[in-house]
């Protein structure tokens, strides 16, 4: 396992662990970083059982530790999870670690939220700035995970633009994430629907069959897409 690649997977906002070097990392760490990063696949691919039982692992380890900031960042990690996917609810288990959580945790929170200010933005990872800051172009980061975040959050503050749509379908499509690619594929199909290009929309709604043959999942998604389209950029 690439411990580098899954602390920051993990932790969001911040290191968790030790990479190369230094003292040897503590079993909890080790197997804390383990259980996000298979919660992490199993939530984008769509594996709801898996994802439901190795986020609780992740938690119980770094919640043995008695660091609140570590049980945050696996909070936050899930509603990253989320919000890559359109899932656009509140970010519940951050919430009670709030008042205990670090700076760079709390503008996290907001970040996803669609909430983040100026001064949020300087403690947020780097590949997150430059969204927080008012920019809206997704092509430039370099980690799917993180470009698919980031073009919810756009999405969620009506500033995505086509391109960054389908850059996130091309993201979760080129890694074979499920769950957020109906989700953006949803959006896709709305947007070609309000443009009155039905040849499109329709086929786009045949690579959601693809993606998920079963009908209800394909309007799952197509719901999910509905509620998080308040508003769209058309730049």
């Not at 259980?35 to 199993?42: D, I, K, L, S, Y």
């Not at 709801?48 to 919640?63: D, K, Q, S």
């Not at 929309?201 to 009908?215: G, T």
């Not at 509905?226 to 769209?232: E, I, K, L, Y």
């Amino acid at each position: 396992m690439n411990l580098c690649r899954a602390a920051f997977v993990l932790t969001a906002a911040g290191a968790l662990s030790a990479c190369a070097g230094g003292p040897k990392v503590p079993d909890w760490s080790i197997n804390a970083v383990g259980h996000v990063e298979r919660f992490t696949e199993a939530h984008l691919k769509g594996d709801a059982r898996v994802a439901a039982r190795e986020f609780e692992l992740a938690r119980a380890e770094t919640a043995r530790t008695g660091q609140p900031v570590l049980v945050a960042r696996v909070e936050l990690n899930r509603c990253a999870a989320q919000v890559a996917s359109l899932d656009f609810g509140p970010c519940a288990g951050f919430e009670p670690l709030r008042a205990d959580a670090g700076a760079a945790e709390v503008a996290y929170a907001r970040y996803l939220a669609g909430e983040a200010s100026a001064q949020d933005a300087a403690v947020l990872p780097a590949q997150h700035r430059a969204i927080a800051a008012g920019g809206a172009d997704v092509a430039g980061i370099a980690d799917p995970f993180a470009r698919l975040v980031a073009a919810g959050v756009l999405l969620r503050q009506a500033r995505a633009t086509p391109d960054a749509v389908a850059q996130a379908v091309d993201t979760a499509s080129r890694q074979g994430w499920r769950r957020p690619l109906l989700a953006w594929l949803g959006v896709q199909a709305r947007l070609a629907e309000e443009r009155g290009d039905a040849m499109e929309a329709a086929r786009i709604r045949r690579r959601m069959d693809l993606v998920q043959p079963l009908k209800d999942a394909r309007d799952q998604a197509g719901s999910a897409a509905a509620s998080a389209m308040p508003g769209f950029s058309k730049r």
